[in-house]
């Protein structure tokens, strides 16, 4: 019996590209990514939550369930980054330091939000009760973050917060090590000079 060769799939062909074949994969992604995020909600509520994003370009999101936030301080983000204080400059330190992960400004509140795993709040739980200390805090189930709506990428009064590092894919978070490594560092830099306690 001679073996059957598998057929070649149509999918596994590189597409070329041309005045007929638009590819938004940046467009995809960010579909996917909110529906990923509104399933976070009850399905009877996510109408509400898509209608904030149209309308406030902000919603608010359990925490918990698929994803939780560590809520970093700024001054403890700018001591590590250096006390700059550009937007510019401080996403993209988040960004590599981060490595990518998700991470929502909240300018008004002087804060930074690291999307995590939503597992994180528990399984570091001994970590984050020494963060408090640094006024950093783990928001897992019970708590609510406003998200702002995906492309809301730069500072924006109207809105308040932004991603700073924009969400690349759906699901695609903050890894606890690399947060808990930025914590550790932001807070020996904070505790070892006074300069930034303000920034």
Do not use: K
């Not at 020494?130 to 950093?136: I, L, P, R, Y």
């Not at 406003?146 to 903050?174: F, H, I, K, N, Q």
Request: charged share 25%; proline share 7%.
């Amino acid at each position: 019996m001679e073996p059957t060769a598998r057929p070649r799939s149509a999918a596994l062909l590189p597409v070329e590209g041309g005045r007929d074949v638009r590819v938004h994969l940046g467009a995809h992604r960010r579909l996917a990514s909110e529906h990923w995020l509104l399933s976070t909600l009850p399905e009877y509520d996510r109408a509400r939550a898509r209608q904030e994003w149209t309308d406030h370009r902000i919603a608010l999101l359990p925490m918990g369930t698929l994803v939780s936030a560590v809520r970093l301080p700024a001054r403890l983000v700018l001591a590590v980054a250096g006390c700059r204080g550009v937007c510019g400059e401080v996403d993209r330190f988040l960004a590599e330091a981060l490595e990518g992960g998700p991470v929502i400004c909240d300018p008004n509140g002087r804060r930074f939000y690291a999307l995590v795993p939503a597992s994180m709040p528990a399984t570091w739980r001994a970590a984050a009760e020494e963060w408090q200390s640094a006024e950093v805090e783990c928001l897992g189930r019970n708590s609510y973050l406003g998200v702002p709506r995906l492309d809301v990428t730069e500072p924006d009064v109207r809105v308040g917060s932004y991603w700073s590092v924009p969400m690349s894919s759906a699901a695609s978070l903050c890894g606890p090590l690399a947060v808990a490594r930025l914590i550790a560092a932001g807070w020996h830099e904070v505790r070892g000079r006074g300069d930034c306690e303000e920034a």
